[in-house]
């Protein structure tokens, strides 16, 4: 039996919990049923129907469809690409290289300076949500931040079967 139902992992999502009842979440043993529970939360939030496998980010998941496909897609229903591929590269980019791009968001004098460092901001091309904010040096490359391992997941982390296109 699941601890939490959805109307409380809906308020962990929105960050609306008092500190008492997030502590006491935060302590207490893991229930079984909480990430199915806040796969369905996060699945009634969307307007498609794709199941969601695992969130990727505020506003992306790696969902299933329907050809075995598993990949990137934007909550306001934007694909990207497959899961294993890089999004990033197929977001909209604006990158922060000078002092004047800087001082949009940093008091003047106050910011990184833009030939050790820049920042790299990914949006989506469909709904222009910023997705994605990384400070790194100007060289540095367009890394995918991570690759995660869905079937052990489901299978020998939480031993569910993994949701399937209806
Ligand atoms: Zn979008």
Not at 50 to 63: A, K, R, S
Not at 66 to 82: S, T, Y
Request: glycine letters at 4%; charged letters at 30%.
């Amino acid at each position: 039996m699941a601890k939490y139902d959805k109307k409380r992992i809906g308020e962990l999502i929105d960050g609306t919990l008092e500190f008492y009842q997030l502590k006491d979440m935060m302590t207490s043993h893991k229930d079984p049923e909480r990430f199915e529970i806040y796969r369905e939360v996060l699945q009634d939030r969307v307007s498609w129907d794709d199941p969601i496998l695992l969130p990727y980010g505020l506003h992306l998941y790696i969902v299933q469809k329907a050809n075995g496909d598993r990949i990137v897609k934007c909550d306001c229903g934007h694909e990207f690409c497959d899961y294993r591929e890089n999004w990033k590269l197929q977001a909209r980019i604006f990158v922060r290289d000078t002092e004047e791009k800087m001082n949009e968001i940093y008091p003047k004098l106050m910011s990184p300076d833009p030939e050790w460092q820049v920042i790299r901001e990914y949006y989506c091309p469909s709904c222009a949500t910023q997705l994605e904010v990384e400070a790194v040096p100007p060289w540095y490359p367009i890394i995918l931040d991570f690759e995660p391992d869905i079937d052990t997941f489901y299978n020998e982390w939480i031993k569910k079967p993994l949701p399937t296109v209806k």
